[in-house]
C-alpha cells in the first residue's frame, strides 16, 4: 500500500520501519505476532506492551 492510500485509509502517516512501534491486544498473544510479523517486514523498533490492554484498562 502506498504512503498516500495508507493516509487515506488509516488517518494518519504510514509508519516507517526506523520509527518506534508498540503493539497491544486484550492479552497479549495477538500483539507478539504482530510485533513479530514487524519485525520480518524490516522494523526494528518494535514493542510488545507488557501487561496487555487488560492491564491498561484497570489502571
Do not use: H, I
Not at 496487555?52 to 484497570?58: G, I, M, R, V
Amino acid at each position: 500500500m502506498s504512503e498516500d492510500q495508507w493516509e487515506d485509509t488509516y488517518d494518519f502517516p504510514k509508519p516507517q520501519p526506523t520509527e518506534e512501534v508498540v503493539c497491544y491486544c486484550k492479552s497479549g498473544m495477538r500483539s507478539e505476532m504482530a510485533c513479530n510479523f514487524l519485525r520480518q517486514k524490516g522494523f526494528t523498533r518494535v514493542a510488545n506492551y507488557q501487561g496487555s490492554a487488560l492491564d491498561w484498562w484497570s489502571s
